[in-house]
T-cell receptor, first 115, second 116 residues
């Protein structure tokens, strides 16, 4: 079975631009989470979506937004890019949001460089 | 507050040595979940293990073993007879039961280098 897929793999943008990152979860998984990983640090939680509804939001500015589609794929949008947004953006999927479905499986990530 | 601390930033060993990666967590919740992930240079986080707070049994999987001790809030990871392919960054993560989201709280990671 295919794992979590993300596109694009790499992206270079300039300050002030907008970017859209895409994620397809493992087949059958209904929950998608987004994380930002700055070089040398652990991933930081940005959003979680379950059944197309936002279920959690981390400490990120409103420039960050996301959505989940009926097929459970997801997009992460970042507006007005700053140099500090340069990071690896990881998408993770899980079967559901309940107690018994806690394991998140991660995709390969999108490396974003803001110049 | 919830927090995960991996005090070891980098560890370097020679192949076939045993190595233990430390993880200390903080949470006031009585129900929580602990995880270990491996991140090779390619960047993808690979799931290794999940442990529930109500299950303190230690686990062994091949060369990997995990020691969960609630008394010291630790969830340490040991690799026996390390191999070059074990070289990666290892993350310990916490999810609390009171959270209604899937938010994982990660430690800073430990970079393991296994030299031939």
């Amino acid at each position: 079975d295919a794992g979590v897929t993300q596109s694009p793999t790499h992206l270079i943008k300039t300050r002030g631009q907008q970017v859209t990152l895409r994620c397809s979860p493992i087949s059958g998984h209904k929950s998608v989470s987004w994380y930002q990983q700055v070089l040398g640090q652990g991933p930081q939680f940005i959003f979680q979506y379950y059944e197309k509804e936002e279920r959690g939001r981390g400490n990120f500015p409103d420039r960050f937004s996301a959505r989940q589609f009926p097929n459970y794929s997801s997009e992460l949008n970042v507006n007005a890019l700053l140099l500090g947004d340069s990071a690896l953006y990881l998408c993770a999927s899980s079967w559901g949001e309940g107690v018994g479905q806690e394991t998140q499986y991660f995709g390969p990530g999108t490396r974003l460089l803001v110049l | 507050a919830q927090k995960v601390t991996q005090a070891q930033t980098e560890i370097s060993v020679v192949e076939k040595e045993d190595v233990t990666l430390d993880c200390v967590y903080e949470t006031r919740d009585t129900t929580y979940y602990l995880f270990w992930y491996k991140q090779p240079p390619s960047g993808e986080l690979v799931f290794l293990i999940r442990r529930n707070s109500f299950d303190e049994q230690n686990e062994i999987s091949g060369r990997y073993s995990w020691n969960f001790q609630k008394s010291t809030s630790s969830f340490n990871f040991t690799i026996t007879a390390s191999q070059v392919v074990d070289s990666a960054v290892y993350f310990c993560a916490l999810r609390t039961g009171s959270s209604n989201t899937g938010k994982l709280i990660f430690g800073q990671g430990t970079t393991l280098q296994v030299k031939p």
